[in-house]
């Protein structure tokens, strides 16, 4: 077995992708932590991460943001090259009492399990979703315990 | 055909390889401690679970129950009261309970301790058939040991980060050390 | 080759079963359920099933300060304690703009790599155990020891050591700590070198492993999945190389690479892994610095800015991340630690589909999985 | 003719040689000098208790190395780690199927009282395994050391017989 030889460390590219129509705002990635930014609609959420998996990007993770005092959830998708120093964050707001996203399940199925998480701790359905049953939780878990009104 | 031979021959080599290496092993030392008839020597830095320090002047704790460990601590498992005694300027500890059945070691308390008043122990075999027995009292803990032997010794100071030219050049790493004592 | 076809021609009926593995079942390393339809001898779908030790570390991250979570990093992923500990100060201090100093940097580096290498042995040991040798795991622990020796000397536990601290470490290191790494190096070179012979040269390792269970490269992207598995599928992927962090740009070392994709390219990626950890040790010693441990000025009560902060970090099972959210106030609104082991397992269904049972659970013991790492 | 020799002098005479025991002290010397401890780890413990019975430690020594995948050949189980309220069933029928007489060893803080992942609200750990079925030894710390788990299995083995046979290690 010969190991490769290792990519160079690109500098971060704040451009990299920005031929697509997606609405990204570059980050300070020493201050933050990610190069790319970028809030969307519910319903652009399944068209942007299309177009994230042509440019080669991996899914890193799913998660969710209770903003109790604003009345909504966040969702957060984050991805990241395999090459290239740059990472993308790619979030949404849905509406605290009725927090419904489409799955992207379908173009990512990594996401199957990240989205079953979600659902969990927040209660936030992925529409779509084919088996969105507790996945951290005991079977026959109603609550969602990172909710910020959780009581157990 | 040919591959199966060849198979067969790598086979042989493997099982040959591995009889030479086993034997090689066996004439190494053992690497078992014979642990109830000698036992390893803590490294200086062991963290068991914490104890009060005595002050080596008066004997007395050092603690003035600030409660600065009982607020860091991340599982709520120290509880610590103390009391104004007559005359004296400063609080001092009357009660100080550890539930060891909570504590992770993360030694977030001997850190918060501005004057190492708590330490840790080097009790690295704890074990009994009944729970209460871990959640101790270090107040009465400490008057007993007092009772014992009524001066401490100077306590060792490991207890602040300190750059490796103070530290004293004594082997840290866990040994086989004395036999211990048969009971 | 043995196929499906040798066995249930097409035209058999077809009869399915369902077996239950785990929680409790000593090839699942822990608490894992996997609930697998089975066609005889094949597996047809194996669902994992997560979430028997989930341990609210999320939760626990928005009901205590930065300092008080620190003990619960090192329990995510008990095996590589160092890294997760290394990865949650580290977004820390990116929010709070803390300069660590150089000496704290390296220290950091040098016990992350030992720790990851003691992290690859109980793989090693486990994973053979798995297939059915026992006497590796004797070897694997007998110098994984040794490692525990030197890590418990300076740090006071062997396995949740809570060393790092927010600006830097616990405690410096000590001569004996180096003398005893450099002894540890040249102890362990000549063992990863009997390993080979032993193991990983055995035909019956060999016959158990190569063509076994693989991964593509599509698949590890599609699914996240980091660490050697995407390296055992052929894709260069270091976190501390494609987003170096800590003292790692100042070290020169190979990101091994395996492009089969198979079970034993993962287990050739971890067994080149080590030779390089222990290269990156010997280099953090001879190039160590002098000067304090611990960053100036380290606030007692530490409040983040509001936003938003990621850090991640190369755990060794792969890309460990931490995502925090802050409002400006003592304690984290909302931690989410994004950990290798769940995105390596959940491409597990697709990757067994049609292998026999047997060589589906070498296939996940290829993952190296740690339950609480899943389920956190 | 000689007089035959009392009882008393012949167990004296042959004291150095011969042993003798009632069948129970025998039975359970035999017991705890050869536990057969279930294969079930949970969490960070199950590592400590793995490293245990690896060559250093080598719980061997102690007849306790035979570790058995199948509750029905066991008869020590060393709950090692976090048990959550998911897992709780899980175990509680392991130990139902477990053989009597059995015993079991409360390794770690978190399976003693929950440990570390106690809070107040939280909703997921079980707050020790007592809440489950009875407990023989607990063996507090996070995770103890695998002298520990030896301590523990020594502790275990005075319970059973009644005494010690093995010299007690102070530690400083």
Known sequence: MEPAPTPPPSPALPNALAHLPIPFQAVDYAAKGYHLDATVNPDQVVDVVSLLDKEGLALDTI??????????????????????ALRVVVRTRVPRDNPEVPTIQKVFPGANWHERETHDFFGIRFLGHPNLTPFLLPEDATFHPLRKDFVS | MKNSLKEIFTGFNSLVTGMRITLGEFFKPIVTVQYPHESLKMPKRFRGHIELVRDPETGKAICFACKLCERACPSDCITVEGAKLDGAKKKSVTEYKLDFTKCSLCGSCVEACRDNAIRYTHQYNLASTNREDFI????????????????PETPKPEVAPQPPANEAPKAEQPQPAAPAQPN | MITKEVISPPGAPNETFVINLGPQHPATHGVLRVKIVMDGEYVVRAEPICGYIHRMQEKMGENR????????????DYLSAMTYTHGFVGA??????????????????????????????????AFLLDLGGFTPLLYAFDDREKILDLLEAITGSRLTYSYYRIGGLYNDVDDDFIKGTREFIAQMRPRLKMYRSLVTDNIILRKRLIEIGPISKEMCRKYGATGPVIRGSGIPYDVRKVEPYSAYPEFDFLVPTCEEGDSMARYLVRMEEMVQSLRIIEQALDKLPSGPVMAEKVPRVLKLPAGDYCYAVEAARGRFAVRIVSDNK???YRVKLRTPSLSNLSLFEEASAGMLLPDALALMGSLDLVIPDIDR | MEAPPDNAQLLSDCSPYVKFAKLDE?????????????????????????AAGASRFDLSRFGAEVFRPSPRQADLMIVAGTINKKMATAVKTLYDQMPEPKWVIAM??????????????????????????????????????????????????????GKRRWPVVKSE
């Open chain 1, 63 to 84: 998660t969710g943001v209770d903003w109790m005092a604003q009345g909504q959830m966040e969702v957060v998708y984050d991805f990241f090259h395999l090459s290239k």
């Open chain 2, 136 to 151: 101790m009292d270090l107040f009465k803990r400490m008057e007993d040991d007092a009772k014992a032997n009524p001066m």
């Open chain 3, 65 to 76: 300060t930065y300092a008080q979570f620190l003990p619960n990093t090192s329990r995510i």
């Open chain 3, 92 to 125: 820390v201090e990116r929010a709070a703009k803390l300069q660590v100093p150089p000496r704290a940097e390296y220290i950091r580096v040098i016990t992350s790599e030992m720790n990851r290498i003691s992290s690859h042995l109980v793989w090693w040991g």
């Open chain 3, 330 to 332: 003592e304690i984290p």
């Open chain 4, 26 to 50: 025998m039975l359970a010397l035999g017991r705890a000098n050869s536990l057969w401890p279930l294969t079930f780890g949970l969490a960070c413990c199950a590592i400590e208790m793995m």
């Open chain 4, 108 to 161: 770690g803080n978190c399976a003693i009282s929950g440990g570390p992942f106690v809070f107040p609200g939280q909703y997921a750990v079980v707050e020790g395994v007592e809440k489950l079925f009875p407990v023989d030894v607990f063996i507090p710390g996070c995770p103890p050391r695998p002298e520990a788990l030896i301590e523990g299995l020594l502790k275990l083995e005075e319970k059973l017989t």
